[in-house]
């Protein structure tokens, strides 16, 4: 990404994800068609997408949901403030915290309170209201599974859990595809600083009180010790 918010890329061409037109490879960059005004850009192995400052969002390559291939950018959804994209989904922010998925959904990833793909976004919903959630700051998606961090600090997921990415407790084969849920056992978190905290003010401070002093916690697949986290423990700091 260019200071203009121009968008240049290179590799792997052959559905289109470089966004040049074309399902050339190239080792060398070329121009994604055209693009300005790029603020972010997320990709996967065969699809990228570029928010652009008036909260459009375009992708290219092989879209997910119904598997268009498109070889240069195409309009996807409007009023985003910020985008994720795991292996075969897309999640996008407005600025009200209001988040909304497209793509595959047979382990429930898209957390819509289905398992149907789409290809058009759709609300993601809370299991606790079965109603849309808002006041999300950060998305984290993976392969077949989907994190949010709220304004609270709590972390919700969804999707399937493999190797405990849902943090609930539960190992190989869970599926979820009610929505997002509260991480079992995960006290609202304070990414940024990398501690805990219980997300509330006792003290008067204006800041969040943190409960522990070691608490750099892991979801999922521990990569130091090769040890699947079925529930949220603590990593050293790291």
Not at 95 to 106: D, H, L
Not at 151 to 156: E, P
Not at 193 to 211: Q, V
Not at 230 to 238: I, T
């Given at each position: 990404?260019t200071e203009?918010?121009?968008?240049?890329?290179?590799?792997?061409?052959?559905?289109?994800?470089?966004?040049?037109?074309?399902?050339?490879?190239?080792?060398?960059?070329?121009?994604?068609?055209?693009l300005?005004l790029?603020?972010?850009?997320?990709?996967?192995?065969?699809?990228?997408?570029?928010?652009?400052?008036?909260?459009?969002?375009?992708?290219?390559?092989?879209?997910p949901?119904?598997?268009?291939?498109?070889?240069?950018?195409?309009?996807?959804?409007?009023?985003?403030?910020?985008?994720?994209?795991?292996?075969?989904?897309?999640?996008?922010?407005?600025?009200?915290?209001?988040?909304?998925?497209?793509?595959?959904?047979?382990?429930?990833?898209?957390?819509?309170?289905?398992?149907?793909?789409?290809?058009?976004?759709?609300?993601?919903?809370?299991?606790?209201?079965?109603?849309?959630?808002?006041?999300?700051?950060?998305?984290?998606?993976?392969?077949?599974?989907?994190?949010?961090?709220?304004?609270?600090?709590?972390?919700?997921?969804?999707?399937?859990?493999?190797?405990?990415?849902l943090?609930?407790?539960?190992?190989?084969?869970?599926?979820?595809?009610?929505?997002?849920?509260?991480?079992?056992?995960?006290?609202?978190?304070?990414?940024?600083?990398?501690?805990?905290?219980?997300?509330?003010?006792?003290?008067?401070?204006?800041?969040?009180?943190?409960?522990?002093?070691?608490?750099?916690?892991?979801?999922?697949?521990?990569?130091?010790?090769?040890?699947?986290a079925?529930?949220?423990?603590?990593?050293?700091?790291?």
């Open positions: 990404r203009a918010g121009e968008v240049w890329c290179w590799g792997y061409n052959a559905h289109g994800q470089l966004g040049d037109g074309t399902k050339t490879s190239s080792p060398l960059p070329v121009q994604a068609q055209g300005s790029v603020e972010q850009l997320v990709a996967t192995g065969n699809m990228s997408c570029a928010r652009k400052s008036t909260g459009t969002l375009v992708c290219w390559g092989i879209h949901g119904d598997d268009e291939v498109s070889t240069a950018p195409k309009i996807r959804a409007y009023d985003v403030v910020e985008a994720a994209a795991g292996t075969d989904h897309v999640c996008v922010l407005d600025e009200a915290g209001s988040m909304r998925c497209w793509g595959a959904n047979g382990s429930g990833r898209l957390a819509d309170g289905s398992s149907q793909a789409s290809a058009a976004p759709r609300n993601a919903v809370s299991v606790l209201t079965d109603s849309p959630v808002t006041s999300v700051t950060d998305l984290f998606l993976g392969g077949e599974h989907t994190c949010v961090r709220r304004s609270t600090g709590a972390i919700y997921c969804g999707g399937q859990s493999e190797t405990g990415e943090g609930g407790g539960q190992r190989v084969g869970r599926l979820d595809s009610r929505g997002l849920h509260p991480v079992v056992g995960l006290t609202p978190a304070d990414s940024e600083a990398g501690r805990c905290s219980n997300g509330f003010d006792d003290d008067g401070d204006g800041d969040t009180d943190c409960y522990d002093d070691e608490c750099s916690i892991d979801i999922g697949s521990a990569t130091g010790d090769a040890v699947a079925y529930s949220p423990r603590e990593r050293n700091g790291n």
